[in-house]
């Protein structure tokens, strides 16, 4: 995986925190053909993506969005 180490602590912080979150079936994965860029796919669909303009994860209220755009495409299955 080719993340620039600032991002890679970033990644892997807010990686263990969803993981925490939600066990399964969340995948978050840097993508590795790029630095600084984060997916979250859930049951196959994209629900965040920086390189899509979704930003960074930095603040506790991104990350209540992305938890909840998470809960949403889990009850959809």
């Known amino acids: ?8 602590s ?4 807010l990686k263990k925190k ?5 066990p399964r079936p969340a995948q978050c994965e840097g993508t ?3 630095t ?3 997916e979250v796919m859930v ?3 994209l629900i965040h993506s920086k390189k899509k303009g979704d930003g960074y994860v930095d603040t ?3 990350f209540l969005k992305l938890a909840a755009a998470i809960k949403a495409a889990l009850a959809q299955g």
């Not at 970033?10 to 912080?13: E, P, T, V």
């Not at 969803?18 to 939600?22: G, K």
Request: no cysteine; hydrophobic share 40%; charged share 30%.
């Open 36 to 38: 600084g860029f984060f």
């Open 43 to 45: 049951a196959g669909k």
């Open 10 to 13: 970033k990644y892997l912080q």
């Open 60 to 62: 506790e209220n991104k």
């Open 32 to 34: 590795p053909q790029a």
């Open 18 to 22: 969803l993981e925490d979150e939600f």
């Open 1 to 8: 995986m080719a993340l620039a180490s600032g991002y890679k």
